[in-house]
């Protein structure tokens, strides 16, 4: 296994704890999505989307399970 397989999944279990299943079910959409409308050959996966939502919540004083939900709701 590769250390980004790691992780990935160790970034998939960490939001599986902490967000409910609609919420990750939202994150799996927005996952496909991207990766159909990618135009490259390599695959989005949740190990790039935190990091897109890190750099897009950063500065701000609230949780990541509340920053995550908000940024899902801005986006509906």
């Known amino acids: 296994m590769q250390h980004t397989n790691v992780v990935n999944e160790y970034i998939k279990t960490y939001l599986q704890n902490h ?3 609609n919420r990750m079910k939202e994150l799996k959409k927005i996952i496909r999505y991207i990766n ?3 135009p490259y ?3 989005f996966s949740f190990t790039e989307l935190m990091a897109y939502l890190f750099d897009e ?3 701000n004083s609230k ?3 509340t ?3 908000e940024w899902i ?3 509906k």
Do not use: C, P, S
């Open 19 to 21: 967000l409910d299943k």
């Open 36 to 38: 159909v409308h990618n």
């Open 41 to 43: 050959e390599e695959e």
């Open 57 to 59: 919540i950063k500065g």
């Open 63 to 65: 949780n990541i399970k």
């Open 67 to 69: 920053r995550i939900t």
């Open 73 to 75: 709701d801005q986006y």
